[in-house]
Structures are given as structure tokens and as C-alpha cells.
């Protein structure tokens, strides 16, 4: 018998089942709060404890060791240090914005004090808690389920009808995922609901002005910035935080000079008073902030006060951005908007946990309206029996005497007068008060008001806006009752005053850029040459380069790729045949010029450089990428700004595989592929050809190459654009084309000619470099030697007829070199 009640079975399956039901439990169970009533379960029963234990505003305290045992036998077998815990901190007032539990006795303090042992601690339910979430559970708008034995019924949730929350907030860390939600202003929410319910699209902007920020029960500060909107947006996010504090003159006392002290009246929330004042303490001691002499908490039941006295020669304003800095007066509170919806664990934003909480709101009010229709009804058809009866009096007296038993009697009734059971038996244990005029009129005013009463309640089942408009009263009522004043503090421009402190304290690489654009004057241009120099100069000094004007190729000029105005403030970017790409600092070539690897971040020693491109400010672009294999691919534009001043990877790139060019490509414009034997592929840049894809993917294939073909390079051209290619063979022919008369075609297309190569046999007729039409073009060749040709004075008519640049003995171009923005 024994042997057949064991299976085999992997141990690796039971593991994996076993924990699975574990995290769910926990996170189901016990770590994360329920987005219709912002509660816990353990919180959740605790408050049904109570309400069934009649632990009402009005009535006296009682033991909270009587709670904790009534918690722990009916509904929650988890500890009694656990359920304790959880309702202490529904007392505290420092920890939740409006605490749903009132306390009698010690529950801690903001120090980190212990709370008393609950034999001396005494609790009741708070005044928000019995009307905000247990003043309708007695009709029939919850489901009820059995408790871990089945002996007790319990909730599964409360007819909240407020968003608690976000009201009081919440922490809890589950299997994998953990949430932690801030606390916030019941004003603020109540406006934001009914906002919400008035105009249900609208836009996250004018909700966040009208719910702008957390609003801690300890006060404080918050800085508004891309923290707090991508919490509120996300779903996810880091709020900034801070203390206030203030300076003020002290008089030590007589004899003695006066001094300054930094005065602290209110700490970031869940911060210890008693361990920030050692941790301060401890790094004055170490050496690690300079300045104070002396730390006193003189706190008392009036209000928090910290002094930090300063000594005679310190800085107020130095000591207090040094202690912001270095401890915890300013810090962040990592929110993460997670709950349970529908009995499983979900990230929403704002507007998400508000219309929740609404739709569950309106599906109570719906469950209550019903309940009291059907308790309406059911009076109502009391009342009729009772007035039939009176109408009647002597017969039913009649009857009742006659009849021999109370059947008898209900079954006459029933018979004679038209009445049904119910009223049979309202009529039998009518008391003979009822009898008299004044009860009688009673009984009619009941009956009419009743009658008010249930068209009330089937008109709020039947108009939805008519229960929206109850919805909004309701709220309303709420927010006169128990709303208050906002205390957390909303600092404005908080990215700013985050970046400037972290600047004064420890310079980033974008901080000293600014400050060294801030240094160049306006007129000054950025020169970056095709030797990979980058220069800032006068408008004077590029004058007298003269880089306007031909010139024939030698080795005492370098043309300039770039010349960029300043005050545009352009981004420019590098490339590498790796596929690697990084921001340029050129705002430091002011200080001292130089090559280029001195302004590219560090990563980058010993590659390539191919490509610097200057980002245009448009919406509709994208870079594009050519491999020397063949593969074109696009990337997003952001991808590329994205890289905090490091260098990332654009293309995972194969063995033996390098990035050949790099262009940026407008949307609805033209991919112009060139390959050396002169064949031209224009593609319209889209999808379909040029599909965007991530820094992963090597891209497809775009033109269908000959044997001992291979693509030069990549170019892009707008939409309308008229400009010419111009293309160079090895020897010095060079030939030009219009690119708005090239046919375009699709991936995978041959293309056309855009050259007629007089041998293509030869190395050196083949086409080696080409560019697209500018004012100035630049020449470079393989002995390092460079020149300047004006494009008009080419003179080249059609394709066959080439203009041939002198060249020394095994001198070659290698390269077209289009100068932009010379003006």
C-alpha cells in the first residue's frame, strides 16, 4: 500500500512548481497591495477585524494585543510580530498621509524609536477609514470568501471610495518584482478623479497639473523634473527629495560672537531624525564636511528643529550644498507604480490607477444602488400590506379573532385581502400603535417616500451620467471632510538645480562643455578638415585661408569638410569601420585644436575613422549605414544622440566584414549606391528598401553586384533635390550626372550606368570615390596631396566627356571631397 502512494518524479519539476506557488503567494497574498482599495491583505484584514469587532470613531480604544488575536484566529495565521507590524504603521502619522487607524499610547516616532508591545498599545478605526472604506461593506458591494479554514467569511477586497493608494502609498517587496508607491494629497486626487470622470481622454499634461507631485506626511521638498514625470507617465521613475532648511544667526551667548547655523525643520520622508544626525555627526568627525561645530536636535511637540552651528569662518550656503550632498538631506524615492489588477501584478501610470480605481468605484456604487433598491422594494411592499390592512381594520380583526391559529389567520389574510406571506406577516406582528391617526399617516408618508426613493435609485441605475454626477457629490463630500493642505513643498525646475549642484560638486564632461561653448564667441566658425582636424577660428582668419577658391592639388593645403557657425551649436558625430559611433566635444577645440581623437570619448583609440557627420535639427531622419559587403541598414536618429558621452556599437558587424560609409538619410528622399564599375542604384528611402532596424541587425542586401564588383559608397539626397554626382576614376577622369535623372529602382536591382569605363579591366579606369554636388569640391590622392575645384568649372557636358586632373607618377585620387557650409 505504501508503495503505491509514491511517484517519481524530477526534481528539477517539483522545484519549479513548488516556487512558482510560492512567488504567487507571496506576491498575490501578501506583498502587493490591490488597486481598488490600495490595500494588503494583511491591512485588509486587520480593518475587517476591527469592523467586526465594532472598533468604531465613536467608540473607546481597546487593546491592539485584542486586534492582533482576533486578525491572527480568524483571517491572517501569519505571526503576530507580522500583523502587529502592519497595524502600527496604519497609526503612524509619519509614515502614511492619512493614517486609517487612530492610536492611543507609543507607535514609535520619526527617530526609529519601537513601537510599545501591543499589550499597551490601544487602537480604533479612524474616521477616513469607516467612511472612506468600510461605511458600504454591509451591502452587498464586495464578495466575501472563506477564511483559511472555512469557518470565517472575509473580504476580497473593501468598497474604498477613495484611491488610498495613492493616497497613503505603499511599499512591498514580492518574488521578482517589488512596488513602492508615494503618498498623496486627498485634495489634489479628488480634483484629479473627477477631472478624470468629467473628460475621461484627457491628456496626462493637465493631469499632472492638477496632481503636480507626492505629498509626504513628513513635509519637505520635492524637485519637479523628468523624475517625477516618468513616474507618473511610466509607471516607473525616481523622485527627487530634499529637506528644508534655512540659515539663521544665533547668539551663543553673552561674551561670545555671533554665527551661523543651518536650521532643518523637516526631513526627506522615511528618514530616521536620530540616524541622519550620527551619520552627520560621523562624517564631521572623519573629516569629510568641513565648517560645523556643533549638532543639536532641539525637536520637540511643536515641530522638528535640527541646528547645525557653523563656525565663525564657514560659508552657510558651501556647508549646507555639502551636507545635501553628501548625506541624506537630498535623496531620491525610487518610485514604482506596481499593484494588482484583476489578481495579477501590473506597472501603470497615473491616469491608469486612477481610472482602475474609478471603474471600480462606479461597479460599487452600482452593487449598492441595487442592494437598496431591493431593501426599498421589499419595504415598499410592506408598507402596502400594513395601509391594505387599516383600510380593512375591521376585517382583518374579524379574521384574526375567528381564526383558530396565526395560519389560519396569515392564510385568511392572504385570501381575503390579496396579500402575499411577507405582508401576511408584517400584518400579524403589527403592534396596535399602528392603529392610531398619526401612525397611520406615518405609514402613508413612509410609503410615499419610498416610493421617491425607488424611482431615485432606478433613475441612478439607468443614467449613467446621472451615477457619474453621485460619484463626483460623493467625492466632494470626502474631500470637504478630510481634505487638507498640501505639505510636501513643489520646487520648480529640478533637472536644472540637480545638474547645477552636481556640477559645483564634481564636473561632468557636459558641464565643462558648456562651459567651454560659453567661452567661444558668436561669430567664431568650427573648421573640421579632412585630416581629421578640428579647429575654431574667426571669420577673419578663415577669410584669408581663402577655402572659397581653386586650387591646384598639392601638399600645403588640407580642404576643409565642415565649416559650421557656432552660435547653431551643431552636434556632430563620428563614425568608425567597426561600426562604432561617438558624439564630438569640439566645444573644447577652442582651448587647444587638435586631431580629432582628442575630442572623441575614450574607447575609440586605434580605429578608423570614416565618416563625420553633422546631425541636422529635423524630426525625419535616420542614419544610414553601408557595410562593404553589400548590407545598407537604417537606425534611429535618437539611438545615436542617446550615448551620455560614450561610445556605442551602431552594427554588430561579421568576421572580416567593415562599415564602408555612413550618410543621413531623410524620410521620403533618395539612397543613391554607387559601385566601382560606375553602376548607380537610387532607392526611395522607406520601409520596404531601407527598413530602420536595431544596433543588433547587419541589414539586407541592396544591390545585385558582377563578379569583382563592389560598392564604393552610400549617399543620400532630399525629396526634390537637383544636385549632380560627381564621380572619380584612379587616374583623374572625373564626370558628373544628374541625380534627378536617374531611374530609380527597388532592393535587389541592377541599377544603371552612370559611367561608360573606357577599360573596366584596368585598376585604375575604375571608379574609385564620388560625392554629391557642392560649391567647392575637394580632391585627395594617395600621396596626401589635396586641391579645390569649383564645381561649375568642371565643364563636363554628358556623361562620356571627363576632365582629367594632372597627377604625379603613381599618384591616384582617392577621394571627392564636398566642403559644406562655406557661407
Not at 67 to 85: I, N, R, S, W
Not at 270 to 280: C, D
Amino acid at each position: 500500500m505504501a508503495e503505491e502512494r509514491l511517484k517519481p518524479i524530477s526534481l528539477h519539476q517539483e522545484m519549479q512548481r513548488s516556487y512558482l506557488e510560492y512567488a504567487m503567494s507571496v506576491i498575490v497574498g501578501r506583498a502587493l497591495p490591490d488597486v481598488r482599495d490600495g490595500l494588503k491583505p494583511v491591512q485588509r484584514r486587520i480593518l475587517f477585524a476591527m469592523h467586526e469587532l465594532g472598533l468604531t470613531p465613536d467608540r473607546p480604544y481597546r487593546k491592539c494585543a485584542r486586534v492582533v488575536g482576533d486578525v491572527l484566529g480568524k483571517y491572517h495565521p501569519h505571526g503576530d510580530q507580522a500583523v502587529y507590524d502592519a497595524l502600527v504603521r496604519l497609526v503612524q502619522d509619519f509614515s502614511s498621509r492619512y493614517p486609517i487607524l487612530d492610536g492611543h499610547g507609543n507607535f514609535g516616532s520619526v527617530d526609529d524609536d519601537p513601537p510599545a508591545a501591543m499589550r499597551y498599545t490601544e487602537t480604533r478605526l479612524a474616521g477616513i477609514a469607516y467612511e472612506g472604506l468600510l461605511s458600504e461593506i454591509g451591502e452587498e458591494t464586495v464578495n466575501f470568501s472563506p477564511n483559511f479554514d472555512g469557518s470565517q467569511q472575509e473580504p476580497t477586497v473593501l468598497p474604498a471610495q477613495l484611491p488610498f493608494l495613492l493616497l497613503n502609498g505603499c511599499s512591498g517587496i514580492a518574488v521578482g518584482m517589488a512596488t513602492s508607491i508615494p503618498p498623496h494629497n486627498l485634495n489634489e486626487l479628488v480634483d484629479g478623479l473627477i477631472a478624470l470622470i468629467k473628460k475621461p481622454e484627457i491628456k496626462d499634461e493637465k493631469l499632472l497639473e492638477i496632481i503636480p507631485g507626492p505629498d509626504f506626511p513628513t513635509g519637505g521638498e520635492v524637485l519637479m523634473g523628468s523624475g517625477l514625470r516618468e513616474t507618473y507617465l511610466k509607471g516607473r521613475g525616481s523622485i527627487p527629495m530634499r529637506g528644508i532648511a534655512h540659515i539663521e544667526e544665533i547668539h551663543p551667548g553673552k561674551g561670545k560672537h555671533k554665527r551661523n547655523a543651518i536650521i532643518i525643520t523637516e526631513l526627506p520622508y522615511q528618514l530616521s531624525k536620530s540616524g541622519w544626525i550620527e551619520k552627520l555627526a560621523d562624517m564631521v568627525n572623519d573629516g569629510k564636511i568641513n565648517g560645523i561645530s556643533d549638532i543639536r536636535d532641539e525637536s520637540d511637540r511643536d515641530g522638528m528643529r535640527i541646528m547645525v552651528e557653523l563656525r565663525r569662518d564657514s560659508d552657510a550656503e558651501k556647508v549646507l550644498l555639502e551636507i545635501q550632498r553628501r548625506t541624506s538631506l537630498q535623496n531620491n524615492f525610487g518610485a514604482i507604480l506596481l499593484t494588482l489588477v484583476n489578481g495579477q501584478p501590473k506597472q501603470l501610470s497615473l491616469k491608469e490607477l486612477l481610472s482602475e480605481f474609478l471603474n471600480y468605484r462606479e461597479l460599487t456604487i452600482i452593487k449598492r444602488t441595487r442592494f437598496n433598491l431591493q431593501k426599498t422594494i421589499n419595504r415598499l411592499e410592506i408598507i402596502e400590506g400594513l395601509i391594505e390592512a387599516i383600510k380593512n381594520l375591521q376585517v382583518v380583526i374579524s379574521m384574526i379573532q375567528e381564526a383558530k391559529d396565526a395560519a389560519t389567520a396569515k392564510a385568511k389574510l392572504m385570501v381575503r385581502l390579496n396579500l402575499n406571506e411577507k405582508q401576511s406577516d408584517a400584518v400579524l406582528a403589527m403592534p396596535l400603535r399602528r392603529l392610531t391617526g398619526l401612525e397611520q399617516q406615518n405609514l402613508k408618508d413612509e410609503f410615499n417616500s419610498l416610493k421617491i426613493k425607488k424611482e431615485e435609485l432606478e433613475e441612478l441605475l439607468n443614467n449613467r451620467q446621472h451615477l457619474l454626477n453621485t460619484l463626483i457629490k460623493e467625492l466632494k463630500l470626502l474631500k470637504k471632510r478630510f481634505g487638507d493642505k498640501r505639505r510636501t513643498k513643489l520646487i520648480e525646475g529640478g533637472d536644472r538645480i540637480l545638474a547645477e549642484k552636481a556640477a559645483i560638486q564634481r564636473p561632468t564632461t557636459e558641464s565643462l562643455r558648456k562651459l567651454a561653448f560659453d567661452s567661444i564667441p558668436n561669430d567664431h566658425k568650427i573648421l573640421v578638415q579632412y585630416n581629421h582636424e578640428i579647429k575654431i577660428l574667426s571669420t577673419k582668419v578663415l577669410d584669408k585661408l581663402h577655402l572659397k577658391e581653386e586650387c591646384n592639388v598639392t601638399e600645403d593645403i588640407v580642404p576643409g569638410k565642415l565649416i559650421l557657425p557656432i552660435n547653431e551649436s551643431p552636434k556632430l558625430i563620428a563614425i568608425t569601420e567597426t561600426g562604432r559611433v561617438a558624439i564630438i566635444r569640439w566645444e573644447f577645440a577652442n582651448q587647444q585644436p587638435g586631431k580629432l581623437n582628442n575630442f572623441l570619448p575614450g574607447g575609440l583609440e586605434g580605429e578608423k575613422i570614416i565618416e563625420i557627420l553633422k546631425i541636422p535639427e529635423k524630426k525625419s531622419i535616420s542614419l544610414g549605414l553601408l557595410n562593404n559587403d553589400g548590407r545598407f541598414k537604417r537606425i534611429a536618429i535618437e539611438e545615436v544622440l542617446d550615448l551620455s558621452g560614450r561610445a556605442s556599437t551602431l552594427v554588430k558587424l561579421k568576421e572580416g566584414t567593415k562599415l564602408k560609409s555612413a550618410t543621413i538619410c531623410e524620410e521620403k528622399g533618395y539612397l543613391i549606391l554607387v559601385s566601382n564599375l560606375g553602376r548607380i542604384l537610387k532607392l526611395k528611402i522607406n520601409t520596404n528598401n531601407t527598413p530602420l532596424m536595431g544596433k543588433l541587425a547587419q541589414g539586407p542586401m541592396t544591390m545585385k553586384l558582377l563578379p569583382n564588383e563592389e560598392l564604393i559608397g552610400a549617399s543620400s539626397i532630399s525629396q526634390n533635390s537637383t544636385k549632380k554626382l560627381f564621380m572619380a576614376t584612379k587616374q583623374g577622369r572625373i564626370c558628373s550626372l544628374e541625380t534627378k535623372g536617374i531611374r530609380e529602382n527597388r532592393r535587389g536591382a541592377m541599377g544603371s550606368m552612370g559611367i561608360y569605363l573606357i577599360d573596366k579591366k584596368l585598376e585604375k579606369d575604375r571608379i574609385i570615390t564620388f560625392c554629391m554636388e557642392e560649391s567647392i569640391i575637394g580632391l585627395g590622392t594617395n600621396l596626401n596631396r589635396f586641391g579645390r575645384i569649383k564645381q561649375e568649372n568642371l565643364n563636363i557636358k554628358n556623361l562620356k566627356e571627363l576632365d582629367t586632373i594632372k597627377l604625379k607618377d603613381n599618384e591616384y585620387i582617392n577621394r571627392l571631397m564636398p566642403i559644406y557650409n562655406l557661407n
